[in-house]
Structures are given as structure tokens and as C-alpha cells.
């Protein structure tokens, strides 16, 4: 069935150094691939996306790039501030049900 | 518009008892989603509307859930004779297609079964 898989389950970083998440997911039909952050106690919230048709994009100190051949994305943070701690999803969707599959999450850990 | 809003926020409810949720999209969206969020998990996938019509059921949406939406505006979703594996985060998103294809998460209903 359909899985995105996401890579690490945990991440510690030392403020202003940059994070990276990755994942992959199996579904060649997917075209659609948001990120969200979720905060504790709070629903996820969406920072980014990007569509198939496009191989990166960015948004000050977050991008996301895709590699479709290979069915991986990845969310790259750069400047890491203390305020991006908190627990990333990646998903992936197809056109039509737009249902998302979501990885299983990676907490962000940012050191002052 | 403040997003998308589920009431209510924490629900503790003993075993085999009903629960119902709320949600209320943001305005004019007319895709409705559910899905269920376990600890140190993602969310998944329960089922979703379009305007009213129930288009996809998961197969994780036993008999025993039910969702609707009456209007195509807010949708419920009530739990019938709970059981202490309902225990989780109950997420609504709404999305307007084809406008856009974004889904907006509101802030979540936490059900704990005891």
C-alpha cells in the first residue's frame, strides 16, 4: 500500500546550524508534498510545499527539494532558531483525493 | 476567518459510552477531511468529504465511527460504545478544490477512553 517513510526520528542541532529531514514515499502517483511542523498540544501546521513539476522550493530559511525518480523529498532549515523545535511531518498526495499519508514524524531539537 | 476550529478540545469519556466531535472548516472550503493521530505517530487518514458527499471511508473507520456533514459547511464525527484503542488525537483539515490543494489542520480533539 501506499508509504511514506521519514528519516531521522530525531534530530538535535545546535541553534544556527541547519537541519535536514528526509523521505520517501512509494506511491509513483503522488504529486503533491507538504511539510508540516506541529507543536505540542496543537494540530500540524503547514510550512511548505512543493509539486511535482518543480524540483525546489524555498521560503527564507526553510526549502524543500524533490527528486522524483528516486521518490525521495527533503526539508532543509538553515539558521536553526530555538523556536523550530518541535516535531516535523512530511506527507505525499495524489490529484483527485488529495488524502494525505504522512510520515512518522521527526522531533526537532534546536540547543541554545 | 480563524482557521479551522474542533470543539471540543479534550474529551475523557469511560468505555462503551458515545462521543461526538465538531469541526467548522474555514469558510467557503469545500473538502472536509479526518484523520486520527496516535502518540509519536503521524496522522492518518479516516475519511473526507466533499462539499456533503462522504467520498472515501478508511478501512481504520469501523462500524462503530460515523461522520457527517449535512450542510457541506461543519461535519461531526461520533464514536459509538468506545473502546480504550479510540484513545488519540482526532484531527479536521479543510482544503478548496481546485483552487488550491493546501489542507489546513485545526487545533485537534483529544479523546481519552478510561
Known amino acids: 500500500g501506499e508509504n511514506v517513510e521519514q528519516h531521522p526520528s530525531t534530530l538535535s542541532v545546535q541553534e544556527g546550524d541547519s537541519a535536514v529531514i528526509k523521505c520517501t514515499y512509494s506511491?509513483?502517483?503522488?504529486?503533491?508534498f507538504p511539510w508540516y511542523k506541529q507543536e505540542l498540544g496543537k494540530g500540524p501546521q503547514l510550512i511548505i510545499d512543493?509539486?511535482?513539476?518543480?524540483g525546489e522550493k524555498k521560503d527564507q530559511r526553510i526549502a524543500v527539494t524533490l527528486n522524483k525518480t528516486a521518490k525521495h523529498f527533503s526539508l532543509h532549515i538553515t539558521e536553526t532558531q530555538p523556536e523550530d523545535s518541535a516535531v516535523y511531518f512530511c506527507a505525499a498526495s495524489t490529484s483527485g483525493t488529495y488524502k494525505y499519508i504522512f510520515g512518522t514524524g521527526t522531533r526537532l531539537k534546536v540547543l541554545a | 476567518d480563524t482557521g479551522v476550529s474542533q470543539n471540543p478540545r479534550h474529551k475523557i469519556t469511560k468505555r462503551g459510552q458515545n462521543v461526538t466531535f465538531r469541526c467548522d472548516p474555514i469558510s467557503e472550503h469545500n473538502r472536509l477531511y479526518w484523520y486520527r493521530q496516535t502518540l509519536g505517530q503521524g496522522p492518518e487518514f479516516l475519511t473526507y468529504f466533499q462539499n456533503e458527499a462522504q467520498l472515501e471511508k478508511s478501512r481504520l473507520l469501523s462500524d462503530r465511527f460515523s461522520a457527517e456533514r449535512p450542510k457541506g459547511s461543519f461535519s461531526t464525527l461520533e464514536i459509538q460504545r468506545t473502546e480504550q484503542g479510540d484513545s488519540a488525537m482526532y484531527l479536521c483539515?479543510?482544503?478548496?478544490?481546485?483552487?488550491?490543494?493546501?489542507?489546513?489542520f485545526g487545533q485537534g480533539t483529544r479523546l481519552t477512553v478510561v
Open positions: 506511491d509513483s502517483a503522488s504529486n503533491y
Open positions: 512543493i509539486r511535482s513539476n518543480v
Open positions: 483539515a479543510s482544503s478548496h478544490l481546485p483552487r488550491n490543494t493546501e489542507a489546513f
